[in-house]
Structures are given as C-alpha cells and as structure tokens.
Nanobody
C-alpha cells in the first residue's frame, strides 16, 4: 500500500510556471508506476502525465509544456508545469499503481489533490 500527498498548487498568471510534488509513503515506491491526473469544474478527471517503466507519457493538451519526473530516493514524483494556460485550471491528483495497464485509466491509489488556478 502507498499513501500520496500532493503539494505545490496555487494561483499563477497565464504563461507562468508551477511545480507540483507528490510525496509517497512506503519502502517500495520504486515498484509503482506513477501518474498525474486533473479534474476541472464540471469535467471528468483526465490523465495528464505518467511514468511507466521509466518512460514518460503525456496527454496531448500538456505535451511540450509539462514534465513528469520521479526521485526514488526521495519517494517523490514531480510535475513541472510551464507556459500555463487558464484551461489548465483544475484540481491535480497524484496516482500510483503496480499495474502498467491501469495507471493511465483507473489507478488504485490517489492523493487528496491540490488546486491549480491559472488567471488570464
């Protein structure tokens, strides 16, 4: 089992940057595939980025602007968000799963979420 705690959200102007962090508990962090999702008001939660078998994946909407990375020694995964747009406004969730098949769709473990607001 793993517990996830996100931090780093906030209010930023369009074009700005934020870095989200997700601290994970447990000694087997390196075994988990990790992902970031987001949910905007009135919309379904969507996959944003993931690290699967040490390869990175991104949704088309953030590709080239966001970067996911992980530090296994610190049991932390990051999401660097650059060139932010108002449509990036959402609650961002960290997720983990031992299965590479479900990390991008229905991951087993979730953090509590952190709000990101991008003003125009």
């Amino acid at each position: 089992q793993v517990q996830l705690v996100e931090s780093g959200g906030g209010l930023v102007q369009a074009g700005g940057s934020l870095r989200l962090s997700c601290a994970a508990s447990g000694r087997t962090f390196s075994n988990y595939h990790m992902g970031w999702f987001r949910q905007a008001p009135g919309k379904e939660r969507e996959f944003v980025a993931g690290v699967i078998w040490n390869l990175t994946y991104y949704s088309d909407s953030v590709k080239g602007r966001f970067t996911i990375s992980r530090d296994n020694a610190k049991t932390t995964v990051y999401l660097q968000m650059n060139s932010l747009k108002p449509e990036d406004t959402a609650v961002y969730y960290c997720a983990a799963d031992l299965s590479s098949q479900t990390i991008q769709t229905t991951p087993r473990y979730w953090g509590q979420g952190t709000q990101v607001t991008v003003s125009s």
